[in-house]
């Protein structure tokens, strides 16, 4: 049997009648497979990297995947070290802990080093995270410790214990008593120009600049000026997916608008919602948005497109012809409905630049959940 076989010529998806006689035990993992409808040609790619091409380093890391401890596999590595605000070499020392990677005396003994394994103020075994808070001299460091939080009641393992610290809250500094507080600061001097041939001080030009708040509104830009697309109506599209990780269902918004308010584009498309099951990733529901949006604009009949979403990754993809083995069937028809425009452009807006897009997606999803009975 090959997969051409269980999908359905006409409607080039997924022929759900051939796959419950024969393989329904599948059914579940292949509805969160997309069937491409733009008959994408065959590709080989090397799944574990998300462009889809080998590389050494990971090909190594699938051959020791396997070796990998099960305590590993929920440890947020980013967020709870590398994300961190501290120096480099305190993520680093973290690191090493967290590996059990630290020249402990239970280490070296491990590696065959003719040394005690015990703690030389306790005589306990001296691991990693002995020397950070299960020794009495460690515990009595953290007890003098400025921190609101008591140490003594975090988790008992290392991993556990390094993604708790974190959020420990520092208490005010002590012995500032002995320190002026009356001190004056210096009168702060002006800014001045370069070009200050008068010796007047003047402010400078960009303070006033930075002092203004960013925009929430981002304007579309114009089209290029092309002698063949100046002419073209473009329309501009606001996307959003909200996705929920716990269902893997997505509610999608969009909504059409002009480059200009001299002209309002009609009511039934002006705001659009739909939701889809099985989605398994952020990312692949941002695609969807993206792509439901282009299969609207193209009944609708507009020659020209202009795509904002707030997905840096998405847009760099839909820029370029690189392909993502997550999304890559996705990004097939994407490019593939893209070809029906005269004109089609992908460009990146900020999230808070999104908000209208942003609440119709939420909505639907929300809408969606309810509407499920328990």
Known sequence: MRVSDLIDPTIKSWNWTAILETIHAYEDHLRSIFASSSNLPDK??????????????????????????????????????????TAPKI????????????????????RGIQVDPNCKRCNQTETCYHILQDCPFSRRVWDLSPLHTNMSLLPSTLLDWI?????????????????????????????TTNNDQLGINLPHPVLP????????????????????????????????AAWNATS??????????????SYAVSDLCQ???????????????????????????????????????????????LNSEDIHTAIHAILGD????CSSFKLSLFSFIPRLANGKADSVAKSALQAFVSNIVP
């Not at 000026?225 to 329309?235: A, G, H, Y």
């Not at 509610?251 to 480059?259: A, C, D």
Request: glycine share 4%.
């Open 271 to 317: 705001y659009s919602t739909a939701t889809r099951t099985h989605v398994c990733s952020a990312l692949e529901a941002e695609a969807w948005a993206v792509l439901s949006a282009l299969r609207q604009a193209q009944t609708c009949g507009f020659e020209a497109i202009h795509i904002f979403s707030d997905c840096q990754v998405l847009v760099k993809l």
């Open 163 to 191: 993604g708790k610290i974190k959020l420990a809250v520092n208490l005010l500094p002590t012995g500032i008593s002995s320190t002026s507080l009356n001190a004056k600061k210096p009168p702060q001097q002006p800014i």
């Open 209 to 240: 600049l930075i002092s203004q708040p960013f925009p929430h509104h981002v304007a579309s830009p114009a089209p290029p000026p092309d002698s063949d697309l100046t002419s073209l109506f473009v329309i501009s599209c606001f996307t959003y």
């Open 91 to 110: 993520q680093t020392f973290i690191w090493k802990a967290a590996m059990e990677a630290l020249p402990t005396n239970a280490n070296l003994f491990y």
């Open 248 to 261: 893997l269902v997505s509610g999608l918004g969009w909504y059409f608008r002009t480059y200009t308010d």
């Open 44 to 85: 080989l790619v090397w799944l574990p990297t998300k462009n889809g091409n080998y590389t050494s380093r990971s090909g190594f890391g699938v051959s020791v995947v396997k070796e990998i401890l099960h305590r590993f596999v929920n440890f947020n590595w980013q967020s709870n070290i590398w994300r961190t605000h």
């Open 334 to 337: 994407i490019r593939a409905i």
